[in-house]
């Protein structure tokens, strides 16, 4: 479960070591879950994708949320704190161990009100979601974004942003297939084709932001989806 992507950093590690170490940790409850998850190597958010979501999320204050990839619901913790008064988070992992982890957890910090989880794949579960979001995190399985695109682009409401975690593979989404090992090929493929798919849209604002593994960002401003690439 180790995320090495963590400790593969895409910017100079002297930048990284600050931006972990000069960068106060959370208070209370939040702050505990995350050094709990860093001791263990539960892989986590890194710190500096941390703050930028907490920072992002108290400015915007969602009403609705939506995470893909729970794990222990240190991301979820963070951003439920932000949410308005009447809002509400939702997210979903298919790890039955985390489930029960992260429910502990939410009880914990008197989070289970404005926090609902679902157990399941997000290939099952998205597809039957309904709702606009104001905000979706994924934080999942690296091959699967480009097949959960289409849902949370449907999901999220106009001017939503979603927020794709761990794009870069380290940098190696950037080589040439070939020097790429076997076991990790489809990964490496389909996040190419997120980034195509995505960057080469007009239709939809996107940026993509050098912290941790990297994020993508995109601002829904189109009730269509992304346009078909034209090939030469
Ligand atoms: C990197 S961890 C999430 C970390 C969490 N967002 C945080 O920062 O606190 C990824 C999680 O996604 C879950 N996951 C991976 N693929 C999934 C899928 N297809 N559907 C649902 N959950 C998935 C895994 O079980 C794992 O717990």
Redesign the pocket.
Known sequence: ML?EMMHRPIVMEKIVNYMRTAQLPFDGGVGELEAY?NERGI???PHETAKFIDLFTATIQPNQIL??????????SLMAQHLSSEGHLTT????PD?YERAKANFDRLGLSDSITMIE????D?LPTLDGSYDLI?M???KA?YIEFLPECMRLLKMGGVLII?DVFQAGTVLDDESEIPKRVRKIHRKLNELFETVLNSKRHRSCLVPLGDGLLMIRKESEEYFEAIEKE
Do not use: H, L, Q, W
């Open positions: 995320n998850a892989p986590v958010v995470e893909v990839g729970t794990a222990i619901g240190f991301s979820a979903i992992d298919r790890y985390m399941g794949d997000a290939a579960v995190f934080d999942s399985a699967k975690d």
